[in-house]
């Protein structure tokens, strides 16, 4: 694709965002439907209890569309394509369940983690076997080691995969404009990535996902008018993961998401020391709150785990290239 063809996945996404994002603030607003703040969260937090959430509805659906008609126009409506759409479409739609349950039910507890969890493996098994049926590449190539051919066992691989960064976007959303600007950067990342490998499917996706994230940033940057929530986040993960093992650079998503690495590990490191010890190793999880805790004000927290994710990204670039 020309940079000129390029620009028209990413600004058909943003605009789109940036048209319908108000009339489902609004919406959100005159039914007084919103996000209700963790009792165990940071006390300044309460004053964001009643913010309309399901944002990353609005930016899903502003990409899928964008991404369905420049495919088609660019002939590039591949298998490829159309997992990264299953895959991100399913977990929008588990986070979905999750947020409407919580927000229109009213109730604290929407999906329980049991139930996600089912979603989100029945989604990746069912990602392998279109993967595996197209014949697509089970190669694992695994740095300072080589590459290494694993057949059927690949699909475990994809399983952890699809779950673990899906989960691992869903708790690092918990600051205004954090996701959308870490998520944003590594999706710029895999965009470059694909273009260099000419697979402009791939690259189709990760544009359109970039314009409606930067398009739901303009509401969702302190103080945020809306909330991603987990139909954003979840699909984002997904997404993110999906991608990396389409363009066979997966063990990147390692640097380039390491944000969201670091922030899953935060929350399984105290967990399992105050299981063990009966004490807290952060004075909040994820780490984002231990941060905030310690007296940085939001917006430093958010620029400086932005600035983290341009330098992974950049070092993962410049590795690969």
């Known amino acids: 694709m020309y940079w000129t063809e390029m620009l028209l996945p990413w600004v058909s996404s943003f605009a789109l965002t940036i048209m319908a994002m108000p009339i489902v603030i609004g919406y959100f607003r005159t039914k007084q ?19 309309p ?8 659906i502003a990409a899928v569309i964008s991404t369905v008609w420049v495919g088609i126009w660019q002939k590039s409506l591949t298998i490829s394509l159309m997992l990264l759409l299953f895959i991100t479409l399913l977990y929008g739609l588990l986070g979905f369940l999750d947020d409407f349950i919580k927000i229109f039910r009213k109730r604290n507890l929407g999906l329980t983690s049991k139930q996600k ?11 392998f076997v279109v993967y595996q049926l197209s014949e697509l590449s089970t190669n694992l190539a695994i740095p300072f080691i080589g590459t290494i051919h694993l057949g059927w066992l690949y699909g475990i691989f994809v399983l952890f995969w699809l779950v673990g960064f899906s989960n691992a976007v869903n708790l690092t959303d918990g600051l205004d404009g ?15 990535i694909a273009w260099q490998q000419q697979q402009t499917d791939v690259l189709i996706f990760c544009l359109t996902i970039i314009g409606g994230l930067v398009g739901f940033f ?64 952060f ?14 004000s939001e917006w430093r927290v958010v620029l400086t785990f932005w600035f983290i994710s341009l330098v992974t990204a950049a070092l993962s670039l410049w590795l690969i290239f």
């Not at 959430?53 to 899903?60: C, E, I, K, P, Y």
């Not at 967990?271 to 190793?281: A, C, D, E, Q």
């Not at 004075?283 to 940085?296: A, D, L, Q, R, V």
């Open 53 to 60: 959430t399901m944002g990353g509805a609005v930016f899903l």
């Open 178 to 192: 954090l996701v959308a600007g870490t998520a944003g950067i590594a999706y710029t990342a895999y965009a470059v």
């Open 283 to 296: 004075k909040m999880s994820p780490i984002h709150h231990h941060f905030e805790m310690s007296g940085w």
């Open 218 to 281: 303009f509401f969702n940057k302190k103080p945020a008018k809306i909330f991603m929530g987990d139909v954003g986040s979840l699909a984002l993960g997904g997404g993110l993961a999906a991608v990396s093992i389409l363009l066979k650079q997966e063990w990147s998503l390692l640097l380039i998401g390491l944000i969201f690495v670091i922030e899953t590990a935060s929350v399984m490191i105290q967990v399992t020391s105050f299981k063990l010890t009966g004490k807290r190793v």
């Open 117 to 127: 969890l089912i979603g989100q493996v029945v989604g990746g098994i069912l990602f």
């Open 33 to 51: 439907l919103g996000q209700t703040t963790r009792d165990e969260g940071p006390k300044w937090h309460e004053v964001k209890t009643g913010t």
